[in-house]
């Protein structure tokens, strides 16, 4: 079950509900969004995560929204921060509340034993 919710997305972009044109282009975007959001998740959780908390979802949401604005707007005028953003933003979230790992690996050694969320630890 996917954690981005395509009229939540479409509220974002201010896409009318009843206009289906970019539908699949937007499941796709929150596909990927999902994908990423697991991907840091999946670090420290099993995924796919079932009932996700609130954040979760408006993270996909937000991401995907981005995703769909950059990959329609002409190459000349793209501009990757708002993705690039929203992804540290998911990544901070996720390790400030999950990145407290005990369990085998002490805080101060994570980041490096398992190169840590951003790649930049250690």
């Given amino acids: ?34 994908d990423f959001i697991d991907s840091q998740l999946g670090i420290f959780v099993s995924i796919p995560v079932v009932n996700a908390a609130l954040p979760i979802v408006r993270m996909s949401n ?6 769909f604005i950059y990959w329609n707007t002409p ?20 390790r400030a509340q999950y990145g407290k790992r005990t369990d085998t690996l002490s805080e101060n050694t994570w980041g490096k034993a398992a190169g840590g969320i951003l790649g930049t630890e250690g």
Wanted: cysteine-free.
């Fill in 1 to 34: 079950m996917p954690y981005g919710v395509l009229d939540q997305v479409k509220s974002r972009l201010h896409i009318q509900p009843t206009i289906t044109t970019q539908d699949d282009e937007l499941k796709r975007m929150i596909s990927e969004a999902d």
């Fill in 62 to 67: 937000r991401l995907a929204a981005a995703w």
């Fill in 75 to 94: 190459a000349k005028e793209r501009d990757m921060g708002p993705v690039l953003e929203i992804k540290k933003e998911i990544e901070q979230w996720v």
